[in-house]
């Protein structure tokens, strides 16, 4: 009974999210495990051409419209729910590589940021990349709090 009750309750909460999340998420699901395969399968030199048009380390947001930054924050808020249902690690990387395609597809503007920090408490570095589109933190949340930024990488022409 415990595993039909698990099942009832993941088709409701999936019935409660919002329509645009529901159509793609069975797309995104497979797109961010061929973003998490690219990723390991390449070299970041051989994927960076495909992130957008490298702006070394300035960090510059694009202006949107209303409708664009309303699609850009569906996308986020889609992505962020297939990621939590793929088997992979699908972290912020995937994440922002999804992104950076989705709103390529729908002419969105965007920055791609990739930074680090040194965690206090342990003295490592970490790393972090995030998808930015208009005020909307489309993947990864806002990293500019406590990552320095060490690439952007911006949509490859002013429509996408």
Not at 14 to 33: E, N, V
Not at 60 to 84: H, V
Not at 107 to 126: A, N, Q, W
Request: proline share 6%.
């Amino acid at each position: 009974m415990g595993f039909m009750k698990k099942v009832r309750r993941k088709a409701t909460s999936f019935l409660r999210q919002p329509g645009f999340a529901k159509r793609w998420l069975p797309l995104l699901w497979i797109l961010l495990g061929l973003s998490r395969m690219t990723i390991l399968v390449f070299s970041f030199r051989r994927l960076a051409p495909h992130l957008g048009n490298p702006v070394g380390i300035s960090a510059c947001i694009p202006l949107l419209t209303p409708q664009q930054e309303n699609k850009a924050a569906q996308i986020g808020q889609a992505i962020r729910l297939a990621a939590r249902y793929t088997p992979w690690v699908s972290n912020c990387f995937p994440q922002a590589v999804t992104a950076r395609l989705l709103l390529g597809l729908y002419g969105i503007p965007y920055s791609l940021y990739f930074g680090v920090m040194r965690d206090p408490s342990t003295g490592e570095f970490k790393a972090h990349a995030w998808v930015a589109a208009g005020r909307v933190a489309v993947t990864g949340g806002y990293g500019f709090n406590l990552f320095t930024v060490v690439g952007c990488y911006t949509s490859l022409s002013q429509n996408a």
